[in-house]
């Protein structure tokens, strides 16, 4: 079994800055992708950003240019710093990740219990 558990979220201004951390721990042979979602009310679970373990990133255009995410491979760890935050922003945001269990060929999907992210004033 892994255990994702995010940090970072809380109540910013627009404009301001937050950084999520997540950690990826257990039964862990290999994890290729990590990323973000988020979730605001009355809408579904969208992507916000993953990365491979290669380091190639993948970004939703709604944040381009205004998030960065970033991966320790050693750690198992994922941050997302997200500036110049904006209202549309708030949401509850998941950590995520496909990771590989020792003695196994196959890669499943695990989830964070979400941290939330409100902007406002």
């Known amino acids: 079994q892994v255990q994702l558990v995010e940090s970072g979220g809380g109540l910013v201004q627009p404009g301001g800055s937050l950084r999520l951390s997540c950690a990826a721990s257990?039964?862990?042979?290999?994890?290729?992708?990590m990323g973000w979602y988020r979730q605001a009310p009355g809408k579904e679970r969208e992507l916000v950003a993953h990365?491979?373990?290669?380091?190639?990133?993948n970004y939703a255009d709604s944040v381009k240019g205004r998030f960065t995410i970033s991966r320790d491979n050693a750690k198992n760890t994922v941050d997302l710093q997200m500036n110049s935050l904006k209202p549309e922003d708030t949401a509850v945001y998941y950590c995520?990740?496909?990771?590989?269990?020792?003695?196994?060929?196959?890669?499943?999907?695990?989830w964070g219990r979400g941290t939330q992210v409100t902007v406002s004033s």
């Open positions: 995520n990740c496909n990771a590989r269990p020792p003695y196994n060929t196959k890669y499943y999907p695990y």
């Open positions: 257990g039964s862990i042979f290999n994890i290729n992708f």
């Open positions: 990365i491979t373990s290669y380091g190639s990133t």
